[in-house]
């Protein structure tokens, strides 16, 4: 097989950082858009960490790639059980799916090889509910920035810069959110926090110039700007974008 393409020279840390902002507000903002898309009446909500296990070479009894007499190639994946798992159909679809994310455009096909005593009895197919054929699509320059705007909980607030505003509404729409920030926030560190998110999801529009230059004037219950909090607040995200400045000039 080919081996994958290096990674480490990818710039990581960015994309951490606006994860890490999405998971930040993800309870009070990015579920409840995500329920009002899908239209679900949600009477309750409980957090489930999934543990991924993404080392194929560990994972993965044999994997072979084949060339067959016709010219064309497939990938065949076998795996060796010695007792019955009723989990065994789901283990295999995982299988498939982390073969198939470095190998897109090639047939798979799996076996399982039984060397166990007694007769296998583990289901070999997937039903219909358990195939994955797709996912929902939401588009955040679709969402109705003045909706997110009327918020009262400020991480679902500030999610309005993602918004569907137009390029000469950015700075109006920065202002509102920053006056929405007065109103919703009391404590000074809720302000820092929230001023911290509303600037790294900026740069996701390209904003984050201008949003560092309205934060910076703001004056809320404290005058931030003038902060040591402030000045070292941004420190970290402007390190790393200048460093993917420098490397698209490159």
């Known amino acids: 097989m080919d081996k994958k393409k290096s990674s480490k020279n990818k710039p990581k840390k960015e994309g951490n950082l606006f994860d890490k902002v999405l998971h930040e507000i993800a309870d009070e903002a990015i579920l409840p858009i995500v329920s009002d898309k899908l239209n679900l009446t949600v009477i309750n909500i409980s957090y489930r960490k999934a543990k991924m296990q993404t080392t194929l070479e560990r994972e993965v009894d044999e994997c072979y790639w084949l060339e067959t007499e016709d010219g064309g190639e497939m990938i065949l994946h076998i795996e060796y059980q010695s007792y019955n798992d009723a989990k065994m159909i789901f283990r295999v679809n995982l299988y498939v799916a982390m073969i198939r994310y470095y190998y897109p455009n090639v ?141 698209a000039e490159a």
């Open 107 to 247: 047939p798979i096909k799996s076996v399982v090889v039984f060397v166990g005593n007694g007769k296998p009895t583990m289901r070999t197919q997937l039903t219909p509910d358990e195939i994955f054929t797709g996912f929902e699509m939401i588009d955040a320059k679709t969402l109705d920035h003045k909706k997110l705007l009327a918020s009262n909980k400020p991480g679902k607030m500030i999610t309005a810069i993602l918004g569907d505003y137009e390029d000469d509404q950015a700075e109006e729409v920065i202002h509102r959110i920053v006056r929405r920030l007065r109103e919703l926030c009391k404590a000074e560190m809720e302000v820092i926090k929230h001023c911290r998110q509303l600037l790294i999801m900026s740069f996701l529009r390209n904003l984050g110039e201008l949003t560092k230059k309205i934060l910076a004037n703001m004056s809320v219950h404290i005058d931030i700007a003038k902060t040591s909090v402030f000045r070292n607040l941004f420190e970290e995200e402007r390190l790393v974008l200048n460093r993917l400045r420098m490397e």
